[in-house]
């Protein structure tokens, strides 16, 4: 009501005023329609060249040919799919090409509508890109397109999971680029760890559309890309905690309210009384968060349990007695491992949060309900589940690159985005990508009826009267889509289906590649189909079944696509009578067997009945079970219930419960948003770090005289230890011999000078310039190149490492009162600058110390360079460009992949300094 006053008092809602403001740029487009038109295809494609030129001389800008673009890109659609954009699809591409987000209706044809956006902003030159949710999405929709494009004068990539490096390099090249949303973030980590600049494959950031952005930027957030290799093999102490999990117990609760007992609710003053009090428990369960916590008798009786079987490291005081604790030094790390042990046996549920499948367990998007290839839980989690399951336990990974995908997508000079759900996130697209959200009108008006809830008093009878249900709506021919949360629920009602003999299909993880098919027919008559999560499937369905499938049952896979073509046009009739038989029945039946925690899920499996104005229903069944219900419903949902009743099987039909449960995902989507916002919190931290590495690994990529810069980092480095040091010049020379190797054969009359600085300056650029005419300028450059990047990348790795432990220490100052994100920012400030001054004295002392002699050659050796590393001889790693024009002598015997790397870090050779070669 209060809304409704206020937009009547200031001119209407924002969608009006969004609507008022597109309009007349739509009527521009329409009264073009005539021109277009006109033109053959040979005048587009000279327009397309016209226009292109002009873009990028900076004769005109895009918005000044926006009208004509749009007016061209929807004749070339007209012409080559026989598809007209709606003006609805006009007004969203214009809403896309402003860098907003276009919120459209599912079936409103969003695949479509964002061609004249992309066409448009294609002819800056500078490359679009457009993002999916899977490469099944990216490469349809570039197939389904691309023609329009190629129409029009204009080249398109689709980058896939499976191509090489060349093959993705061509696809970037392209005038427009589809890919995933995975597939775009890796590409940049990969590109940003390349040893050569001809070897980068993506451009610059320029302009981008996401399809399902809300998916993409909201649902996906809270797990970051990350790019890992192994690390040390921690199976043993991982199968070790897996086995302590039988013997713990979680605290008991009180049977009244279902609640740990807590030690306020006993009135125990005094301090024995307070010593004594038992939890009854080894651990308490947090399952709005996931986590468990260990309790003083917890962590007492897992000390207990680790010292019987001989694990922890054993310790004594100078008396001899035995001190050894869980909390020493070597045995610290056992809580973590159990903690996760736990986490993994009580959290996460087998084909819930994740499948196994093929002796690997692969996570499940709790939003789409897809499998995430190649994405694993992080700090042990995963291998905790791995031995939960008796698969294979892969070793830890540590991080080589890493990156949010709110970071990545903000790297773009313009961002924009189209779902049929974001109005419900305006306020976080707002605060954290600063983009706004325009709601575009359906194209006709939407028929479907939204059913109020019916709630259920346990999930038993909710099942059951789903059952019953289905049962009802099929006998009559309706078609039902009946949507889960889980695989697990969705093979429940399978079950449940099976035994009362309703023939259905299911679409969930596990059978991902049938995915188009089962959504395709899921609008015919008598279909049954139930799916987990709905999110971002990217197919409609169609009253009556697909048509496309029905042309592909009479010809086969096999056929070409005139035959499919014309197979489809020959049963078009056919399929419009089904058409129009669904829809007398009502439509399809859309039944939620429970809400969802976040509103937009609900609302996507909702909209996919009704599309282009089709009748339909949607009506979900919740019971008191339910997560959301039971974690998240506030006491007040309980209570009503209490005073309203519910009889044996008997359903509940209450506004005043809807709202209820409305409002408890309305808590659950804030909580999320926090989350989501603090991990961006501690990424923006890590961003403005990383930017200046990957720049300045850019920087050494394209220099073609990295002697200049080592120069300058050698003079930077002996006027600090010059400054550190001037009280006492014997002490400067100590720190020179310390840092180099050498003091640069400094004379006492020559330390005591005041002109010293100039002095060693000088003889550094003496020493390099000796080394650039014995080996040459160029291969010189490429060792100079080979240093820096190798020096970077090993304490960049270090350096993400350090990060995680730096955050999770400052994650505990909060119980001193401290912000923990002002903590993280000062010491992650401190250990960025340390890694700095590592990579700058390490690449000056390597520099300095290199030696090359020439060797004469034996008849079977050609001359060559000899490396020589400081007073210890080393082997230096040149690049394959410099070897095949000079022999490289080793100076000591050669290091095996397996064997211990001579650098001294403990390391395995081909994990450390060989990780490259």
Known sequence: MANKFLAALFGGTKQDKDIKRLKPIVEKVNSLSTWAEGLSHEDILNQTQEWKEE?????????????????????????????????????????????????????????????????????????????????????????WMGPIYEYLGLSVGVILSTQDNQRKKEAYSKDITYGTNNEFGFDYLRDNMKWRMEDKIQPKHHFCIVDEIDSILIDEARTPLIISGQAEDDSKSVRTADSIVQFLKECEKDPATGEYYELSKFEMLDKDAVAAFDEKGDYRIDEKSKNITFTKQGI???ENILKSQGLLITSKDENGEDTTSIYDDGNFEYIHYV??????????????????????????????????????????????????????????????????????????????????TADTEATEFKQIYDLDVVVVPTNKPVKRVDLPDLIYFDE???????????????????????????????EVLSALFRR???????????????????????GAKGAVTI???????????????????????????????????????????????????????????????????????????????????????SRFFVSLDDSLMRLFASDSVKNVVGKLGLKDGEPLENKMLTNAIEKAQLRVEERN?????????????????????????????????????????????????????????????????????????????ELNSSDVL???????????????????????????????????????????????????AASLRSYAQKNPLVEYKNEAGDAYDRMLNDITENICRMAIAVKFTLRTPTRTQSAGPQITLGPKRRESHITAQAQQNNTIIRTTAKVGRNDPCPCGSGKKYKNCCGRNI
Not at 114 to 128: H, I, K, M, Q, T
Not at 403 to 418: E, H
Not at 692 to 701: H, N
């Open 339 to 420: 903690t996760e042990a736990v986490i993994a046996h009580k959290m996460f549920e087998k084909d819930v949060d994740y499948v196994v499948k093929d002796g690997e367990v692969q996570i499940v998007d709790q939003f789409t309900g897809r499998i995430l290839p190649g994405r694993r839980y992080n700090n042990g989690l995963h291998q905790a589940i791995e031995a939960k399951e008796g698969v294979k336990i892969q070793a830890q990974s540590k991080t080589f690159a890493t990156i949010t995908f709110q970071n990545f997508f903000r790297m773009y000079d313009k961002l924009s985005g189209m779902t049929g």
């Open 500 to 522: 009362a003999g309703i023939k259905h299909e299911v679409l969930n993880a596990k059978n991902h590649a049938r995915e188009a098919f089962i959504i395709g027919e899921a």
């Open 460 to 490: 038993k009878q909710k099942f059951n009267a789903i059952v019953e249900e289905v049962k009802k709506i099929h006998l009559t021919g309706q078609p039902v889509l009946i949507g889960t949360v889980s695989i697990e629920k969705s």
């Open 55 to 143: 873009i990028q001389s900076g004769q005109k800008k895009l918005d000044d040919i926006l009208p004509w673009a749009f007016a061209v890109a929807r004749e070339a659609s007209a012409r080559v799919l026989g598809e007209r954009h709606y003006d609805v699809q006009i007004m969203g591409a214009i809403v896309l090409h402003e860098g907003s987000i276009l919120e459209l209706k599912t079936g409103e044809g969003k695949t479509l509508t964002c061609v004249p956006a992309a066409y448009l902003n294609a002819l800056s030159g500078e490359g679009v890109h457009i993002v999916t949710v899977n490469d099944y999405l990216a490469q349809r929709d570039a197939t």
């Open 300 to 302: 007492t009786h897992l």
């Open 758 to 808: 100039n002095i060693i300056n000088q003889r550094a650029e003496r020493i390099i310039q000796d080394k650039e005419n014995l080996i040459s300028k160029e291969q010189f450059n490429i060792f100079l190149r080979s240093l820096y990047l190798r020096n970077i990348d090993k304490r960049w790795i270090d350096h993400l490492d350090a990060l995680e432990d730096i955050k999770d």
């Open 531 to 617: 799916s987990t999560n709905m999110a971002g499937r990217g197919t409609d369905i169609k009253l009556g079944g697909s048509l496309e499938h029905l042309a592909l049952k009479k010809v086969g896979t096999e056929a070409s696509s005139e035959e499919l073509k014309q197979a489809m046009e020959d049963l078009r009739p056919e399929w419009l009578k089904a058409n129009e038989e669904v829809k007398a029945l009502g439509g399809l039946y859309i039944i939620g067997s429970e809400r969802h925690e976040s509103r937009r899920i609900d609302n996507q499996l909702r909209g996919r009945s009704g599309r282009q104005g089709d009748p339909g229903t």
């Open 673 to 749: 948003f926090e989350i989501r916002k603090r991990l961006l919190d501690y990424d923006n931290v890590l961003n403005e770090q990383r930017n200046y590495i990957y720049e300045q690994r850019d920087e050494i990529l394209k220099d073609e005289d990295l002697s200049k810069r080592v120069l300058d980092n050698i003079s930077d480095l002996v006027n600090s230890l010059y400054e550190e040091n001037k009280k006492d010049i014997n002490s400067f020379r100590d720190s020179l011999l310390r840092e180099f190797t050498t003091d640069f054969s400094l004379s006492e009359e």
